[in-house]
């Protein structure tokens, strides 16, 4: 397997040194399953290279960035080890399949390691099986052998849509389905997170995002079942700080 793929810890396989000049005391459990994400569509040059620099420093999984981004972060991140997701679809899921296809496509040839898809909710809610799993199916073709994490969006789903939509996404070839986007009415909760586990099993990923601003939020969605967690707040949580808020 390849430096940039994953194993279910969410870390990237093979060794990741870190920095010298991390803190002592870090917490390296959880930076090595963070996305580190900055997805506000006011978000300025600046703040991607601080964005960047931040993952860089604490050694963090990746960054997380809308795709017309993915470019620059891999500019600035240069031969560091962590990775850029880019999003597709972003944030409603509401664009076509094909659409969600080509960001993926562009994405991957800016350099995006991985994809974070929003699926079409109203086509989960609706119970419309074949046209959900196509729309996860052509951006996994898409991205051509790169992680795919789909996003439910939980905070508007029933219970039952939300294990349906858990297994669809399974099927449909992705190997992470994540709670939210952090831009609807709800992020990620740990309820949430353990029925998603419980659906999916063991061997797959369950990326929590969303409203985790603090190492105890984090620690408590890891205990529920995530392997993977999306936040704004990547350098409160590592270093247990308490300047984290909302956490995207």
């Given at each position: 397997?390849?430096?940039?793929?994953?194993?279910?810890?969410?870390?990237?396989?093979?060794?990741?040194?870190?920095?010298?000049?991390?803190?002592?005391?870090?917490?390296?459990?959880?930076?090595?399953?963070?996305?580190?994400?900055?997805?506000?569509?006011?978000?300025?040059?600046?703040?991607?290279?601080?964005?960047?620099?931040?993952?860089?420093?604490?050694?963090?999984?990746?960054?997380?960035?809308?795709?017309?981004?993915?470019?620059?972060?891999?500019?600035?991140?240069?031969?560091?080890?962590?990775?850029?997701?880019?999003?597709?679809?972003?944030?409603?899921?509401?664009?076509?399949?094909?659409?969600?296809?080509?960001?993926?496509?562009?994405?991957?040839?800016?350099?995006?390691?991985?994809?974070?898809?929003?699926?079409?909710?109203?086509?989960?809610?609706?119970?419309?099986?074949?046209?959900?799993?196509?729309?996860?199916r052509r951006v996994?073709?898409?991205?051509?052998?790169?992680?795919?994490?789909?996003?439910?969006?939980?905070?508007?789903?029933?219970?039952?849509?939300?294990?349906?939509?858990?297994?669809?996404?399974?099927?449909?070839?992705?190997?992470?389905?994540?709670?939210?986007?952090?831009?609807?009415?709800?992020?990620?909760?740990?309820?949430?997170?353990?029925?998603?586990?419980?659906?999916?099993?063991?061997?797959?990923?369950?990326?929590?995002?969303?409203?985790?601003?603090?190492a105890e939020t984090?620690?408590?969605?890891?205990?529920?079942?995530?392997?993977?967690?999306?936040?704004?707040?990547?350098?409160?949580?590592?270093?247990?700080s308490e300047k984290?808020?909302?956490?995207?």
């Amino acid at each position: 397997m390849s430096k940039g793929s994953i194993g279910l810890s969410g870390a990237a396989i093979g060794p990741r040194p870190g920095l010298l000049l991390v803190e002592c005391g870090m917490r390296r459990d959880l930076a090595v399953l963070i996305d580190h994400t900055l997805l506000r569509p006011d978000a300025v040059p600046s703040e991607f290279e601080r964005l960047c620099a931040e993952a860089a420093h604490y050694d963090l999984a990746t960054v997380c960035v809308n795709s017309t981004h993915v470019g620059l972060c891999g500019e600035l991140l240069g031969a560091s080890d962590v990775r850029v997701v880019a999003t597709a679809g972003f944030p409603l899921g509401a664009a076509s399949a094909i659409a969600k296809a080509a960001e993926a496509s562009q994405a991957v040839r800016d350099g995006a390691s991985e994809i974070d898809m929003v699926c079409q909710i109203g086509d989960l809610k609706s119970g419309r099986e074949r046209a959900f799993m196509e729309d996860i199916r052509r951006v996994v073709d898409a991205a051509d052998g790169r992680v795919v994490k789909a996003i439910l969006e939980t905070c508007l789903l029933t219970d039952d849509e939300k294990r349906r939509g858990a297994a669809w996404v399974r099927r449909a070839g992705a190997v992470f389905v994540k709670t939210s986007t952090g831009f609807a009415a709800g992020g990620a909760t740990e309820e949430d997170v353990r029925l998603l586990r419980s659906e999916v099993g063991p061997d797959f990923g369950v990326k929590a995002a969303g409203g985790i601003g603090d190492a105890e939020t984090a620690d408590r969605m890891i205990a529920a079942g995530a392997n993977r967690l999306g936040t704004s707040a990547g350098v409160a949580i590592v270093t247990e700080s308490e300047k984290g808020g909302a956490g995207y």
